[in-house]
């Protein structure tokens, strides 16, 4: 500590400089946050997916209906203990830009198909009781100022009309990762209102007695509803969730391409402002051994002052990060899962001071190597 005078003293002789220095690296982590935020929307789905749960669809399309029928038979199947069904509503609230995920679910089995989702016994009693109860993911209900007990109009986009709700709870996932902007409420009570696509749901979720039994009874599903009206496709939930991914892999790849090469060359820019910084030193560092401190304590100095700024930006620039992920997710929607975990914080730091050593370690061998009558010199 009796040093940290010199190394402040250091750091702030040019104040611009090292201010402009920090700042590239802020730039540069908070951009490492972002990219590591939406590498991890993308992939939250798979990354979450129950192990013992399986998505059918219709064959053609996830837009086309399957019969409710369906469950039955399904239920009959060996290596199957639980099934659910939902459909997609896709409406508006108040503003066609509030969209949020709406889905008519199977109210009996909703609950223990998806263990993960946090809601009170008294919230879920009311919403069960309540044909027209609802319940939302908490980040939805934060966003509108949503309560319980509010009544929450819904206008249809593909089941036309004006469609009213009461919010009888709100939901909170287990995990970070979890999905809480969705907003859920009684399929019979769809199917009663609709006027076309009566008896159809858009896809069942089931849950397998075995993990290592998902391929075997995908299969055996899909060979069932073989050659019938309604061809079915059966993925594991992981396998489902990744077909989205790849969908989106265009856009994600632009997104990691450009932030990265951007992220990138911020670093570099970055080192090499470092090593000039230092390297205009080396005469003040020559009068630093002259004076009898050993080369050992000079190539030291030089690296923790690289390291300090290193931190410094980069811790600034992942607290932004974190805190601009606090805010939920900026894109209506798009990304649900909007989360800086902390091991990427650790990640980012660690980059940061990879890149601050990778600036500074050159500078301060040449310094600690450096004849006191030829530094002197050059002066």
Known sequence: MKFLPLLIANLFRKKLRTSLTIGSFAVALFLFGLLVIVRGAFSQGEEIAGADRLVVINKTSMIQPLPISYRDRLLRMDGIKQVTYQNWFGGVYQDPKNFFPQFAIDVADQRAMYPEFNISEDQWKAFVEDREGAIAGKSTAEKYGWKVGDRIPIKGTIYTGAWEFNLRGIYDGTRPADDTTQ???????????????????????????????????????????????????????KEFAASFVKQMGNIEFLILTVGGVVFFTLLLVTGNTMAIAVRERIGELAVLKALGFSNRFVLILVMVESLIVAFAGGGLGLLLAKLFSLRGDPTGGILPYFYLPPIWIVAGIGTALLVGTAGGILPAISAMRLRVVDAIRRV
């Open 183 to 237: 907003f859920w409420f009684h399929y019979d009570y769809l199917d009663e209102r609709r006027t076309f696509g009566k008896g159809d749901v858009g896809w069942y979720v089931l849950r397998v007695t075995n993990p290592d039994l998902s391929v075997r009874v995908a299969k055996t599903i899909d060979s069932e509803f073989a050659n019938s009206p309604f061809e079915t496709k059966t993925d594991t939930e």
